[in-house]
């Protein structure tokens, strides 16, 4: 059974370029979410997709965008990357239940950006 | 609100020792409750969670204590071993009006077992 799986591993970029992340979500999931975490600090919450839509987002400015795919694979696209973007990368995947909740959130290895 | 407070920052055990970390919340909408373990320079991985119709759920050496009145839980490591050394969240789940839920993440609680 495959977990989460994320591309690339690391990622070392220059300020004002942007920057694609990628992740597929543990097998019969279909919900996928982004967090960023600085070091040192916890997990925040970017964004959530599901049925290829942004349901819902955390307190992030519009550089941040996303997209999910038929698969249930999803993107997060960054731009104009300034230096506290640097952070691990995290994507979540869940499955959400038949018109109910969604609960356990299952985490992938991350991308480390850094940003020079 | 939207906050989950998390105590102590870092923690030192020896090995067979009990590990407790707490954590408190405020919004009373959170209905799940994970715990998490992070090794460095890889991803969270899920440990135990409860839900706040449940006082104490055990899962091995971990349990999770929850006071729904008080707002808090907390876990605990039995038989604290050195490859328990790990970073520990907490966290706290609600669900908005598209019932997708979003984690909100203690500071997190750096645990060393002392051999």
């Known amino acids: 059974d495959a977990g989460v799986t994320q591309s690339p591993t690391h990622l070392i970029k220059t300020r004002g370029q942007q920057v694609t992340l990628r992740c597929s979500p543990k097998?019969?999931?279909?919900?996928v979410s982004w967090y960023q975490q600085a070091l040192g600090q916890g997990p925040q919450f970017i964004f959530q997709?599901?049925?290829?839509?942004?349901?819902q987002r955390g307190n992030f400015p519009d550089r941040f965008s996303g997209h999910q795919f038929p698969n249930y694979s999803s993107e997060l696209n960054v731009n104009a990357l300034l230096l506290g973007d640097s952070a691990l990368y995290l994507c979540?995947?869940?499955?959400?239940?038949?018109?109910?909740?969604?609960?356990?959130?299952?985490f992938g290895p991350g991308t480390r950006l850094t940003v020079t | 609100q939207q906050q989950v407070k998390q105590s102590p920052q870092s923690l030192i055990v020896q090995k067979g020792g009990i590990s407790i970390i707490n954590c408190a919340y405020e919004?009373?909408?959170?209905?799940?409750f994970p715990w998490y373990q992070q090794f460095p320079g890889k991803g969270p991985a899920l440990l135990i969670a409860?839900?706040?119709?449940?006082s104490e759920k055990k899962e091995g050496r971990f349990t999770i204590s929850f006071n729904k009145s008080a707002k808090q839980f907390s876990l605990h490591i039995m038989d604290s071993q050195p490859g328990d050394s790990a970073t520990y969240f907490c966290?706290?789940?609600?669900?908005?009006?598209?019932?997708?839920?979003?984690?909100?993440f203690g500071q997190g609680t750096t645990l060393q077992v002392k051999p």
């Open positions: 409860i839900r706040p119709d449940v």
């Open positions: 997709y599901y049925e290829e839509e942004e349901r």
């Open positions: 919004n009373t909408a959170f209905d799940y």
């Open positions: 966290a706290a789940l609600g669900h908005g009006s598209s019932n997708t839920g979003k984690l909100i």
């Open positions: 979540a995947s869940t499955r959400r239940s038949l018109g109910g909740p969604s609960y356990e959130q299952y």
């Open positions: 097998s019969g999931h279909d919900t």
